[in-house]
């Protein structure tokens, strides 16, 4: 520990600090900033934080240690890199293993930062909006002609919309699980944009069964499984960019083969699917404290939220489709429902992890339309 490394920014700003994970690695990503008080571990495996660095705005990090066998939520750490404030080696939780952060970031190749000004960051992100960023640990990285030579790979590396990261980020091939209790209610078709493994958890211990399919997946291969409900799940990047996912969609809606919730980018896609138009926010919202109103029934919940692109209210086809969820920080729409048919939508995490549990409801009422 205590080997230098640099934060650099597109605006040439730069932030010097002490590595984490991975040493003389140079990652580069679009930096973020996540207000849980929780969840590291959840949140460098979301696959929605593909090509993201994410900076922790929780001062105190890696105390309560690493468990993999229960908070990861995909195969793999997807975010690009991590940038923390003070680094706790120590584990002082019953739940820890062995394993430190540290430890955890070596094992998936991936570098972070500690060290450094978190809440400058944060409030430089907030007034500029994301913005492409590197992370170095590599030999030397504080010195001046280092900083000149990678700047320029910085400003000439893409950026996260110009990828369809979904993807990159979806299973390899489909697989198969097993409902939970005596008797399986049905089958549903999970299309993995990037799904954390607590969705599956919170479907299969309705007592579902799940052929979960990569996001290319054709509207052929799920009409011959014959779905009793179709679940559209949260995945990273621009949603404009899922053109395929786009096309099956559309074609599932306007088939009425079987109800459909989806999530985050699901919910995203859904929207596009249906005529209506997608736009990237300033800054995002990232962090398990996001208040947000159920039109329904007019409450107030807290949810755990990560998405960088928001649905335009302005291109929603009213007559078809009806607003169900508002966010209390800006109103942007945070979900929406089809008139008459089972479809609906949310941009929030009801599946938490990290974040409160309070809206697990709507998997409830995925069970109740099929």
């Known amino acids: ?19 984490l994970g991975e040493l003389n690695k140079k990652s580069f ?31 105190e990090i890696g105390n309560y240690g690493i468990n993999e066998s229960e ?5 793999q750490i997807f975010a690009a890199g991590l940038i923390i404030k003070n680094f706790s080696p120590i584990n002082s939780s019953w739940r820890g293993e062995e394993a430190n952060l540290n430890d955890f970031l070596l094992k998936y190749n991936c570098n972070g930062l500690y060290g450094v000004d978190t809440r400058q960051i944060t409030r430089k992100i907030r007034s500029q909006g994301a913005m492409k960023a590197l992370i170095s640990t590599e030999e030397n990285c504080w010195q001046n002609d280092y900083l000149v030579k990678v700047s320029q790979e910085l400003a000439e590396f893409p950026s996260i919309g110009e990828k369809d990261l979904a993807s990159v980020v979806t299973c390899p091939e489909p697989y198969f699980l097993n409902h939970q209790g005596t008797e399986s209610k049905g089958l549903i078709v999970v299309l993995d944009f990037g799904l954390k493994i607590n969705m599956l958890n919170l479907l299969t211990q309705r007592g579902y069964d799940l052929w979960v399919l990569p996001a290319n997946a054709s509207f052929e291969q799920i009409k011959n499984l014959k779905p009793n409900g179709i679940f559209l799940s949260n995945g990273p ?6 053109l395929k996912a786009q096309e099956t969609v559309k074609k599932l809606i306007d088939s009425g083969l079987a109800p459909i919730f989806g999530v985050c980018l699901g919910h995203q896609i859904l929207a ?12 995002g919202h990232r962090g398990s404290n996001h208040p947000v109103k159920d039109l329904n029934n007019n409450k107030v919940y807290i949810t755990s939220q990560n998405h960088g692109y928001a649905v335009l209210e302005s291109s929603l086809n009213m007559d078809e489709l009806r607003i169900t969820h508002k966010s209390l920080n800006d109103e942007t729409i945070e979900g929406f429902e089809y008139k008459n048919k089972p479809i609906f939508s949310v941009q929030f995490h ?3 992890c990290p974040g409160p549990e309070e809206t697990s409801y709507l998997f409830d009422k995925f069970a109740s339309l099929i």
Not at 34 to 58: H, K, R, W
Request: hydrophobic letters at 35%.
């Open 1 to 19: 520990m205590n080997k230098k490394a640099i934060l650099i920014l597109e605006d040439q700003s730069y932030y010097t600090g002490y590595a």
């Open 29 to 59: 990503g679009e930096i973020v900033f996540n207000t849980g008080l929780t969840g590291y571990q959840e949140i460098l495996t979301d696959p929605s934080y593909a090509g993201q660095m994410v900076t922790l705005t929780y001062p």
């Open 71 to 75: 908070d990861n939520q995909s195969r």
């Open 237 to 242: 990047g621009d949603p404009a960019a899922c």
């Open 272 to 283: 596009l699917a249906s005529g209506a138009k997608t736009f990237k926010l300033k800054f």
């Open 350 to 352: 009801p599946e938490a």
